[in-house]
């Protein structure tokens, strides 16, 4: 009875705090509905949440990752190339995403598991996304924020930081930048 007194509590201290303290979700944006080609060029990976440790663990060697989005041959396709800098080393690697009319989420290919969704960031030049994988051998959920400039206020990386808690993601980590960035060679 103590425990369930205490439970009952606990819960209702978080009702109060929630109606008090209004935690303020990112904005969900409509894949489906998205303009793509207004977020096609450079994106500098600044940050990422998570519910748990794992969920950010493959980040944590990383010091820097530039990215490029452009659009494919094929309508509702587009390809992004990744220039990962893990240690003095460079990592290339390409990724195609499939958005389908009508649905909120991205189609990651070759990861037919995961979902992928898009977020309104307050940054006018920043973007947030979010990966989820709620079955299979590998489950997780986590948001990664990345903007046109490498460079980002303590306020924006804050203000997402702030965003991805109310979404229960309370690992964070942000992205030393500290070497020379890879370079991305042009779409051929």
Known sequence: MYHRFWSYLVYLYGVVAQTIWRCEEPAKMSAGG????????SWY??????????????????????FDLQGANIPERLVLQGAIKVGNHCIKRNWV????????????EGRPLMKVYIFESDCKDC?????????GE??????????????LSSEHIEHFQKKAACVGMKEFMVLPQEKEYCLI???S
Do not use: C
């Open 127 to 135: 973007i947030i996304m979010m990966e989820t994988q709620d079955v």
């Open 138 to 151: 590998h489950q997780f959920k986590r948001m990664m924020l990345y903007a046109r400039n490498a460079t």
């Open 185 to 187: 060679e042009p779409h």
């Open 34 to 41: 998205l303009n793509t080609a207004e977020y096609f060029g």
């Open 97 to 108: 995403y499939y958005i389908h009319r009508y649905r909120d989420d991205m189609e990651l």
């Open 45 to 66: 990976f600044i940050a990422a949440a998570g519910e748990s440790v794992s969920d950010v663990q493959m980040f944590k060697p990383m010091d820097n990752t530039l």
